[in-house]
């Protein structure tokens, strides 16, 4: 309620404005400056409102190639020549990852993502080197929220498989 929206594509900036989310949709978004009532949407019963006045509200970003298990590498050979990062970063770092260390990757980077208004992923998730490091790294995007697509590309294709016949 009360928030700066910015939609995006063509559609005008709302200095003032309300946004419904119904079931994860956006149900209604309406221009509540000037409303006497001080909403542009009637919230429903028991609806959570979130008073975003001073703050702006936008859709959420699509980052389309990440390698989320790399978040408590952060800064870590930024200027690193792939001769160097290969060896050490594919190999001895990420050959280290236990599934737990994977799931706590993953959990870390998908939080950072977040944080920065990224809420879908396209993870080519290198720390997939076992079922159970897959198993971790999908766990950890589940209790991080938003949403992400785990591109394999360590472990076995039965892998991917066990993985798209469980639904």
């Not at 429903?44 to 699509?62: I, L, N, R, S």
């Not at 594919?90 to 980077?109: C, E, H, I, W």
Request: net charge negative.
């Amino acid at each position: 309620r009360g928030g700066h929206i910015v939609p995006g594509g063509d559609r005008p900036e709302i200095p003032r404005g309300d946004i419904l989310v119904r079931d994860g949709v956006i149900a209604a978004v309406a221009n509540s400056a000037g409303n006497s009532a001080g909403s542009g949407v009637a919230a429903p019963a028991g609806c959570a409102v979130v008073e975003a006045a001073g703050h702006v509200v936008t859709p959420g970003f699509v980052d389309a190639h990440r390698h989320v298990w790399q978040a408590p590498l952060r800064g870590l050979g930024a200027d690193m020549p792939m001769t160097r990062y290969f060896p050490e970063i594919l190999g001895a770092a990420l050959r280290s990852y236990t599934p737990a260390d994977a799931r706590l990757a993953t959990l870390l980077g998908a939080a950072e993502a977040l944080d920065a208004g990224v809420t879908t992923i396209f993870d080519w998730s290198n720390a997939t080197l076992t079922p159970d490091h897959t198993d971790a790294v999908v766990d950890a995007f589940g209790a991080a929220g938003g949403r992400a697509v785990v591109a394999h590309t360590a472990s076995p294709s039965e892998d991917a498989r066990r993985l798209a016949a469980s639904g």
